[in-house]
Nanobody
Framework: QVQLVESGGGLVQVGGSLSLSCAAS????MGWFRQAPGKEREFVGG????????YVVDSVKGRFDISRDNAKNAVDLQMNSLKPEDTGVYYC???????????????????WGQGTQVTVSS
């Protein structure tokens, strides 16, 4: 059973920064998703098992960065220049089937964290 524990959410003002961390019970390709109130969960970005490849969606490119510490089996999402539209519950997810993939669909991930709230106030 894969366990994912997220931390680091909170309240921040527009233009501020937050760093989210996801501690996993193993090393996997990982993704970050978010869900705003009343909206579907959407892909934010991901990283391969080795950490050699990362990807973020255009709406956060240049502001968000994904990295991992393989010694700790942790994946971080650094969020800068935050906007009100970045508000939502952020989830990390593990893809245990393909270590080389950065999946953009929810169905490509087997395990999910509990989610952490990020609120950007204007």
């Amino acid at each position: 059973q894969v366990q994912l524990v997220e931390s680091g959410g909170g309240l921040v003002q527009v233009g501020g920064s937050l760093s989210l961390s996801c501690a996993a019970s193993g090393r996997y390709a990982m993704g970050w998703f978010r869900q705003a109130p009343g909206k579907e969960r959407e892909f934010v970005g991901g990283i391969t098992r080795s950490g050699g490849t990362t990807y973020v969606v255009d709406s956060v490119k240049g502001r968000f960065d994904i990295s991992r510490d393989n010694a700790k089996n942790a994946v971080d999402l650094q969020m800068n220049s935050l906007k009100p539209e970045d508000t939502g519950v952020y989830y990390c997810a593990a893809n245990t089937r393909n270590p080389y993939a950065i999946g953009r669909q929810l169905s490509e991930y087997d395990y999910w964290g509990q989610g952490t709230q990020v609120t950007v106030s204007s």
